[in-house]
């Protein structure tokens, strides 16, 4: 119960319709943990978490399991809390996995043999008579996948793969602009034999800055 929202304080936030105000006072909340997404790959199956907090308990209290906000695929009853649930309706494919007997309200469930077209929003609703009513709904979104380290692989290669490129362009590069001042050097040192008699100095020729020879050589070449 420490972890629900405080029983009493949220109450002015909200519209001040007498039914509203009395339903959160009671503060009945549900909740799918931290993350809201899921990710599950073809053919497993998956934990759809849900708990649920009251501040005065419950009785006969009913929770339903919706896809997509409109499909009912698990529903349930629970008399209080010394007991467990009892199942209503639900669709063959789903399990209950949870357990209202111990500190949490856990009325979690388990979806076998994931297809791609399960993959949407899944709401997780609860309505406590207890409390006037008060209902409570949270969302968590299933995505399906061929391969759970698919995307993580794909990452990883595109950055070994940018990195692996950059490196090799440059020690291309390097290698281009060695040859390239290896070349100059030669026509240089070419051209100061027959330069030699008209203007003697040359200071570009010794290659200590080879961008500097790189550029001042096409316009003599
Ligand atoms: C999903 O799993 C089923 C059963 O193994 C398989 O037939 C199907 O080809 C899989 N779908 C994809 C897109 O991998
Ligand atoms: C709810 O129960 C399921 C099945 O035992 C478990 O995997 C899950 O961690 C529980 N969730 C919480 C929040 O206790
Ligand atoms: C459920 O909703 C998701 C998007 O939220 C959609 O992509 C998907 O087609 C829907 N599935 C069905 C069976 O309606
Ligand atoms: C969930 O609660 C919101 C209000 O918080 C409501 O608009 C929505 O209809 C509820 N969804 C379901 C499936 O009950």
Same mark, same amino acid.
């Given at each position: 119960?420490?972890?629900?929202? $405080?029983?009493?304080?949220?109450? $002015?936030? *909200?519209?001040?319709?007498?039914?509203?105000?009395?339903?959160?006072?009671?503060?009945?909340?549900?909740? +799918?943990?931290? @993350?809201? @997404? +899921?990710?599950?790959? #073809?053919? !497993?199956?998956?934990?759809?978490?849900?708990?649920?907090?009251?501040?005065?308990?419950? /009785?006969?209290?009913?929770?339903?399991?919706?896809?997509?906000?409109?499909?009912?695929?698990?529903?349930?009853?629970?008399?209080?809390?010394? !007991?467990? &649930?009892? =199942?209503? /309706?639900?669709? &063959? *494919?789903?399990?209950? =996995?949870? !357990?209202?007997?111990?500190?949490?309200?856990?009325? !979690?469930? +388990?979806?076998?043999? +994931?297809?791609?077209?399960?993959?949407?929003?899944?709401?997780?609703?609860?309505?406590?008579?207890?409390?006037?009513?008060?209902?409570? #709904?949270?969302?968590?979104?299933?995505? %399906?996948?061929?391969?759970?380290?698919?995307?993580?692989?794909? %990452?990883?290669?595109?950055?070994?793969? %940018?990195?692996?490129?950059?490196?090799?362009?440059?020690?291309?590069?390097?290698?281009?602009?060695?040859? =390239?001042?290896?070349?100059?050097?030669?026509? /240089?040192?070419?051209?100061?034999?027959?330069?030699?008699?008209?203007?003697?100095?040359?200071?570009?020729?010794?290659?200590?800055?080879?961008?500097?020879?790189? /550029?001042?050589? &096409?316009?003599?070449?």
């Amino acid at each position: 119960m420490a972890a629900g929202r $405080p029983c009493t304080a949220s109450a $002015p936030a *909200r519209p001040p319709t007498g039914l509203h105000v009395f339903a959160i006072a009671f503060a009945l909340e549900v909740s +799918v943990g931290k @993350t809201n @997404t +899921v990710m599950a790959l #073809n053919n !497993s199956n998956v934990l759809l978490p849900c708990t649920f907090t009251t501040c005065i308990g419950f /009785q006969d209290l009913v929770f339903t399991w919706y896809f997509n906000s409109t499909e009912l695929i698990y529903h349930g009853k629970i008399k209080n809390k010394a !007991s467990e &649930p009892t =199942v209503i /309706q639900h669709n &063959p *494919r789903v399990e209950f =996995v949870g !357990s209202t007997t111990k500190k949490d309200n856990n009325i !979690s469930i +388990v979806l076998n043999n +994931v297809e791609f077209s399960d993959a949407g929003k899944y709401t997780c609703h609860v309505k406590n008579p207890k409390e006037k009513n008060a209902q409570h #709904n949270a969302t968590i979104f299933l995505t %399906v996948v061929h391969k759970m380290v698919e995307t993580d692989n794909t %990452v990883t290669l595109i950055i070994v793969g %940018v990195v692996g490129g950059l490196i090799g362009l440059l020690i291309l590069f390097m290698l281009i602009k060695r040859v =390239v001042l290896f070349i100059i050097k030669k026509m /240089q040192d070419g051209k100061k034999e027959c330069l030699v008699s008209s203007s003697g100095n040359d200071n570009t020729e010794n290659g200590l800055a080879g961008s500097k020879a790189e /550029q001042k050589a &096409p316009p003599k070449a």
